[in-house]
């Protein structure tokens, strides 16, 4: 029996993930269920489509008390008491799990998230995983006045602790548990599996050569840049579609609004059916803590060729033995320069052979991301 503990169940890359790992399991005779430490911050639709099979738990009985737990913890900080209402219940909450479903394996994501299972003392039989997913990295890299954890070191201390295997995605990270943290326990890269419905083929008669970009809506993800390449690459009867939700991208959206060929789109439950109508997808993405962004991966699922900066793990998930799934920008963490960035699409958009080579990568990358193999590794993890 497994126990997946994570904050929320959202949109993000990581708890699609473990959604789609914990609803493949399930299908498959492997007993896992997950306890939300936050369920006001659920997205119904993102459950709905990523999550069945599986028994979710959270430590209050319904969202309106979860907000009132949270002001209560929120106001008590303030005052500057180091006491909270919701830690002591999760804690209550993942002893009576463990018990009632005889846990064997505890497996949560994100620094806060193991943070609490560390504090949690479970019974020595039962054993504590996690999958880094960037955060650490970016907590560690911040300077200590700027850091939004508190006394983080004394708290990755106990996490280290605790914990009897680490699993990362990336070999960035491989590097820094190992040489940065000195971390000298069990350790694997394994790349995240998903479960791909197939896309509907929407792409009609357009005739028009259509770039898109669908991403977390934040500054980092270079939404702009993507903007300021588009309209620099001058390309005729073209558009450009950016998939994404934020205050960030709706602002975005004003400036560039004299654009009659820039669309906004908003939020789309089911991105793949748009991604499909794209014949070049963007990620310039300079996010410090980018590992192995899951929009690279949809790309790939509709063999979409693929402009994206050497960030994370990008450069190794583009790669293939018959060549890459498109173009890779260095930038390091700064902006893509957007020069680069236009003359990357008039390339792919200017070469029909060479497009269509990137399209077979595209798909070829994307079985590097299989569900099946991804749960099979991670048992075997486990039992290591």
Not at 195 to 217: A, E, H, Q, T
Request: aromatic content about 10%.
């Amino acid at each position: 029996m497994i126990l997946i503990c994570t904050e929320t169940l959202s949109a993000g890359g990581a708890e699609i993930f473990l959604m789609n790992w914990a609803t493949y399991a399930n299908q498959n005779g492997i007993n896992t269920s997950i306890l939300c430490f936050h369920s006001r911050l659920d997205k119904k639709k993102s459950i709905e489509k990523h999550l069945s099979d599986t028994m979710v738990y959270y430590p209050f009985k319904n969202k309106k008390w979860d907000l009132f737990i949270a002001r209560l913890d929120s106001l008590v900080a303030k005052i500057g008491l180091k006491f909270s209402l919701r830690e002591l219940r999760l804690k209550k909450r993942i002893h009576a799990i463990v018990k009632k479903e005889k846990i064997h394996v505890v497996h949560s994501h994100l620094f806060p998230t193991d943070l609490l299972v560390a504090k949690s003392n479970l019974p020595n039989k039962v054993k504590h995983f996690t999958t880094i997913h960037g955060d650490y990295l970016r907590h560690y890299t911040t300077d200590k006045e700027k850091r939004k954890i508190k006394n983080f070191e004394e708290k990755l201390a106990l996490i280290k602790a605790k914990l009897n295997g680490i699993i990362v995605i990336s070999d960035k990270q491989l590097d820094f548990f190992k040489n940065d943290l000195n971390w000298s326990g069990k350790i694997t890269k394994i790349y995240n599996g998903f479960i791909f419905s197939p896309p509907k083929n929407l792409k009609g008669n357009c005739d028009k050569f259509v770039i898109g970009m669908v991403s977390r809506g934040i500054k980092e993800k270079g939404w702009k840049e993507a903007c300021e390449a588009f309209i620099a690459a001058g390309i005729e009867n073209s558009e450009l579609r950016l998939i994404g939700e934020s205050d960030y991208l709706a602002e975005l959206q004003k400036e560039y609004q004299s654009q009659s060929n820039i669309h906004f789109l908003g939020y789309r439950p089911d991105p793949l059916d748009e991604i499909i109508k794209f014949d070049l997808a963007l990620l310039p993405s300079y996010y410090g803590s980018e590992s192995l962004p899951t929009v690279l991966i949809e790309y790939f699922h509709c063999g979409i060729p693929v402009i994206a900066t050497n960030i994370g793990e990008v450069p190794q998930m583009m790669h293939t033995e018959n060549g890459k799934a498109g173009i890779i920008i260095e930038n390091g963490s700064k902006p893509v320069s957007i020069d680069k960035l236009a003359n990357a699409i008039l390339d792919i958009q200017g070469d029909e052979m060479n497009r269509n080579n990137y399209k077979k990568c595209s798909k070829e990358c994307a079985k590097k991301f299989n569900i099946e193999i991804c749960v099979s590794n991670y048992l075997s993890f486990y039992k290591s």
